[in-house]
């Protein structure tokens, strides 16, 4: 049984501005959204029936991933018991070169869960690229999967940057928290949800909200939404 909790970042100035791409920091609400977090997944994505787990978490290397995820406690137990069991950390894990657990379960930056690449259209709002490049927009809203941005990329290549990590958390039993992007997310939501690809550029990946998604390879896959505020 696997169970994947996906969450986008907390909303970003970009996101408040109508901008795509780019590496903004969080908005207020954005910050306010890490915090919430941050007291949220020990309790119910670290903690399975009242007993913690090990797990793992992942992000992009964009900051605003990283800003989402810095109240999150880390996810492992291997604090002594004398501590309390789990501490606030900072994202770069600790070294412990010879520990094979921490190494599995330390939080992890994966450039291929970056935001699809723009190109040349980074930092543009979508109006933009419709007054600027008309013939771009109508290309993209004709065939959103298959187009790619000039000097950047597609749905197709999100796909594929993303394949490597879908087959790696395949592999996992332990909860996986995945702090990514709207585009990513769609992806890897429709890959675990068994829904076609074609659907993935649409589907809605709302802000502040974490899906939990479950399933075994038999049953259909279940999710629930929490929305953090
Ligand atoms: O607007 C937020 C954002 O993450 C952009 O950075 C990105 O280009 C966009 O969403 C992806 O969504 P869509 O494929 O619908 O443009």
């Known amino acids: ?18 901008k795509i791409g780019g590496n903004p920091p969080l908005s207020a609400a954005g910050d306010e ?14 903690r399975q029936e009242g007993k913690i787990v090990q797990a793992r978490l992942w992000t992009s290397s964009l900051q605003r991933t990283i800003l989402t995820a810095r109240h999150i406690p880390h996810p492992v137990l291997h604090f002594p018991p004398s501590s309390s069991s789990l501490h606030s950390l900072p994202l770069q894990p600790r070294p412990r070169p010879d520990d094979e657990e921490w190494e599995q379960t330390a939080p ?3 450039r291929s869960l970056d935001e699809i690449f723009a190109g040349e259209y980074e930092g543009y709002r979508y109006e933009d690229i419709r007054a600027k490049a008309a013939k771009e ?14 000097r950047g990329e597609s749905y197709y290549d999100i796909i594929q940057r993303v394949a490597p990590l879908i ?11 995945i702090v990514s992007h709207q585009a990513v997310l769609r992806i890897m939501y429709s890959y675990f949800m068994g829904l076609p ?5 649409k589907i809605e990946i709302p ?17 629930e939404r929490f929305f953090l505020g």
């Open 1 to 18: 049984r696997h169970v994947i909790y996906l969450s986008r970042h907390g909303q970003s100035e970009y996101n408040v501005l109508g």
């Open 33 to 46: 959204y890490a915090v919430r977090l941050g007291n949220w997944v020990p309790a119910n994505v670290w």
């Open 108 to 110: 992890r930056v994966y």
């Open 137 to 150: 927009a109508s290309l993209r809203s004709l065939d959103k999967l298959g187009y790619r941005y000039p």
């Open 167 to 177: 087959h790696e958390i395949e592999t996992y039993h332990e909860p996986l928290l």
């Open 197 to 201: 690809r074609t659907s993935a550029p």
């Open 207 to 223: 802000l502040h909200t974490v899906i939990k998604i479950t399933y075994d390879g038999f049953s259909p896959p279940k999710e």
